[in-house]
Structure formats: C-alpha cells, structure tokens
C-alpha cells in the first residue's frame, strides 16, 4: 500500500552486518533516485555506500539483488495506517501520505516501481511489499465494521484499491501534478460507496466461481 520509506530499520542481525547492509541500502536509494534504474551500478552503489565492491558483489550478485533487498527492507517497519477515529479520515490520511511520497523530489518510490518493472527480483520483492501493505492497511476497513461504518462483509482489499488508485494513476501514470484535494477525494469517494455496500462480498465469492462444467449444466 504505501510506498516504502526512505529509512526502514532493520530486523536482522546487528554489528558489522547490519551496519553495511543499511550503508549500501541508503546508497541504492540515493543512486535510484538521482539516476534512476538506468544509472544505477553496483560500482556506484559500492563506492557511495564506502564499501568495497567485492563485498556488494557477494552479498548482493546483482542490481536486481539490491532493489529486492531495498523493497524487503521496507517490509521490516514498523509502519501502520493511520488511525482517526473515522472511515474517511483514515483513508484521507493514507492517501495524503501515499501523495506525499510520490511527489516529493526525487520519488524513490516512483523509482523503485518503475525498476520493479526492468528486474523479476525486484518486480517479486515489490509484490511482497504490496501484500505487506495491504495486510496492515485492512486494520482500517476492520475498525470502520466495528465502529458500524460499514457492513460486515466489506471486502477490505477492494476497497482499499478503490480508495488509493486514483493517486497512483494520476501521479504515476499520467505523470501530472497532484491536484488540489485530489487526496481527499479518492478517500471520499471510496467511503461513500463503501458505505452504500459497493465492496460486500457476494455469497459467490465466498463460495468461489462456478467451474465449467457447472456453468454448463446450468445453462442446459
């Protein structure tokens, strides 16, 4: 769901490890954002980390091997959504920090999506950090249920796609600038149907789709 941070501390072993491992992150990073997946080398990575090359190239093999470490990094924050006492202003706050890291100058996550495209380890570890996210993101779909926002059976994925994709679509597809409450509104828009039961799960996708050949004896 939300991008990953430009800082995200680690859960691994300290000491030397650690220590070189946060260095050669911070680097990739800083290399991605200024040059992007094109310019990024292990040679610069290496040298901006101050470490030796051997060392990036042992632990890391490749440049697809760094961005997947980059993104599982992301992974082993502490992050969570935010929480406002509201349907509405949590996804408004969600979407205003998703907004933030997107256009912010220059975007790491705009770049690390756009690498994840270029590298099949990175476009995995991205995959992992969007499943990451959405996990931890569902805590706002259940708090709306229990505070009686939204049905039960809201399915909190759909919704939170609902909610977040206008931003993605307009800051990274089309590339153009973030319009005034354009944040505020996805998040609006998403609640309002939410809340008219336009993400309630059906008794079929409870039960899963009818295979083929029940279809067809239906249909006979």
Same mark, same amino acid.
């Not at 990575?45 to 030796?52: E, P």
């Not at 990094?73 to 502490?78: N, P, Q, S, Y």
């Not at 907004?99 to 990175?122: I, T």
């Given at each position: +769901?939300?991008?990953p ?17 946060? #260095? !050669? ?7 991605? @954002?200024?040059? @992007?997946?094109?310019?990024?080398? +292990? /040679?610069a ?6 470490? =030796?090359? *051997?060392t ?16 599982d990094?992301?992974?082993? $924050?502490?992050w @969570?959504p ?7 202003? $949590?996804?408004?706050?969600l979407?205003?920090?998703i907004? /933030?890291?997107?256009?912010? #100058? ?6 690390? +999506? ?9 476009a ?7 499943? %990451?996210?959405? *996990? ?8 709306? !249920?229990?505070?009686? /926002?939204?049905?039960?059976?809201? %399915? ?12 993605? =679509? ?18 609006? *828009? ?7 039961? *336009?993400f309630?799960?059906?008794s079929? %996708? ?10 067809? $004896?239906?249909?006979?």
């Open positions: +769901m939300t991008p941070p430009e800082r995200a501390p680690g859960r691994r072993p300290g000491g030397r490890t650690a220590r070189v491992r946060a #260095q !050669v992150l911070e680097a990739v990073r800083a290399e991605l @954002g200024e040059h @992007g997946y094109e310019g990024l080398t +292990m /040679e990575v290496a040298a901006r980390a101050g470490v =030796h090359r *051997a990036v190239y042992r632990r890391w093999q490749d440049v697809g091997g760094l961005l997947a470490d980059v993104l990094a992301a992974g082993e $924050d502490d @969570g935010p929480d406002t006492g509201s349907l509405l202003g $949590d996804l408004t706050a979407n205003e920090e907004q /933030e890291s997107l256009v912010v #100058q220059p975007s790491v996550p705009q770049a690390l +999506m756009a690498a994840a495209f270029r590298s099949a380890r990175a995995e570890a991205q995959q992992r950090l969007w499943e %990451d996210r959405y *996990a931890r993101c569902e805590a706002v779909v259940g708090r709306a !249920v229990e505070r009686g /926002e939204l049905p039960p059976d809201t %399915d909190a994925r759909e919704l939170l796609i609902a909610a977040t994709a206008p931003l993605y =679509h307009q800051l990274v597809l089309l590339r153009t600038p973030a319009a005034p409450r354009s944040a505020a509104r996805a998040a609006t *828009a998403a609640a309002l149907a939410a809340r008219a039961g *336009a309630r799960r059906s079929q %996708d409870e039960a899963g789709a009818p295979d083929e050949a029940d279809a067809a $004896d239906e249909a006979g």
